[in-house]
């Protein structure tokens, strides 16, 4: 009887303990320019508005990235990279386990001449 009892308390525990990264969100996307080719080497960061906790990626060969590990909040994200003027998006809100996809279109940077 006591065996038993040991294997349904391990089991209430294990089932009460959820892992950290299931309360974690991830935001993905690709980083392209207004043609639609992709970016590879865009960096992208998220600022946590309430925090000033910040997360950064990099956009892959395929303009691809990924930033994992954010906590459910709202975010500034800014993708930037050289040549092209810099994109930000003042207000995404990650909620508890979220996937969210956030796609970005760069544009040629100007010279501004004075």
């Known amino acids: 009887m006591s065996r038993r009892l040991?294997?349904?308390?391990v089991g209430v525990l294990l089932l009460s303990v959820s892992p950290s990264a299931a309360q974690d969100a991830t935001l993905n996307g690709t980083?392209?320019?207004?043609?639609?080719s992709v970016l590879p080497g865009?960096?992208?960061?998220?600022?946590?508005?309430?925090?000033?906790?910040?997360i950064e990626g990099v956009s892959d060969e395929r303009g691809e990235y990924r930033l994992i590990g954010l906590r459910p909040d709202r975010y500034e994200v800014k993708v930037e990279l050289a040549g092209f003027a810099a994109v930000v998006v003042s207000d995404i809100e990650l909620l508890v386990g979220q996937n969210a996809t956030v796609p970005f279109?760069?544009?040629?940077?100007?010279?501004?001449?004075?």
């Open 42 to 54: 865009a960096t992208v960061t998220a600022t946590s508005l309430a925090t000033g906790r910040v």
């Open 6 to 9: 040991s294997w349904m308390v």
């Open 31 to 36: 980083v392209m320019d207004e043609s639609k």
């Open 105 to 114: 279109t760069l544009k040629l940077a100007t010279l501004d001449e004075t």
